[in-house]
């Protein structure tokens, strides 16, 4: 009897550790990582090169600049900027090329009469040629107004008031600079800026050039 219980153990003992073996083992611990959750906010991904990336450094366009510029003209101004400057002036030639004086220059030069309304008037005179150093005086019935004018390229300015009747203006050349005879461009010019007479003279040293302005009423 003994004998068929130890049998009926052995059997039994032989089945389980046999369906010990057949099973699968499965085991699920608490810190075992599940690979469905790791954290994939450390991932790193490639641009797209078809979207455009708003975070990069535009370089500005090149900003034009709008100059104006701004024109200026002379052709109105009465004389007073002179745009051509003679660079052959005759103090600058050589010597015994000078123009010999002429007998016309060595006498007074009468240049008219004027009549005007105007209570005054402004005379512009400059050296029309070569700057050569020409000085001139200027009275006003005998009386002067300007002791010495230094003839330029541009225009000098003198302004004059006017008496009823006859008014005689006189300019003496007091030299003739390097070359002679004193040379002048001259205009005389009412208030309102209209010209009166517009005219040269072309003097050796103390001669005169006059000319008569009549106020009337």
């Known amino acids: 009897m003994k004998v068929i219980i ?3 153990l052995a059997v039994f003992s032989f089945g389980s550790v046999h369906a010990q073996f057949d099973s699968p083992t499965t085991t699920t611990s608490g810190n075992l990582l599940n690979s469905n959750e790791i954290n994939t906010s450390t991932r790193r991904t490639a641009p797209s090169l078809s979207k455009r990336n708003y975070n990069f450094y535009k370089r500005p366009e090149q ?3 709008d100059e104006k510029e701004e024109k200026v003209d002379i052709s109105e101004n009465e004389g007073f900027i002179e ?9 600058a030639q050589k010597p015994g090329n000078e123009r010999k004086m002429s007998e016309e ?3 007074n030069q ?3 009469d004027f009549k ?3 209570g005054e008037i402004k005379i512009i005179c400059r050296d029309h040629q070569a700057v050569d150093g020409d000085l001139v005086r200027v009275y006003q019935d005998g009386e002067v107004v300007a002791d010495k004018i230094y003839l330029e390229a541009r225009y000098k300015t003198i302004y004059m008031k006017l008496k009823e009747g006859f008014n005689k203006i006189e300019v003496e050349a007091l030299n003739q600079g390097q070359s002679g005879p004193n040379t002048a461009q001259f205009q005389v010019l009412d208030e309102s800026g209209n010209v009166i007479t517009s ?5 050796a040293t103390g001669y005169k050039a006059s000319f008569i302005v009549v106020k009337t009423p």
């Open 199 to 203: 005219n040269e003279w072309n003097l």
């Open 83 to 91: 745009p051509e400057i003679d660079f052959n002036p005759k103090y």
């Open 6 to 8: 130890l049998l009926l």
């Open 63 to 65: 900003a034009t600049l």
């Open 105 to 107: 220059y060595k006498q």
């Open 116 to 118: 005007t309304k105007s």
């Open 110 to 112: 009468y240049l008219g």
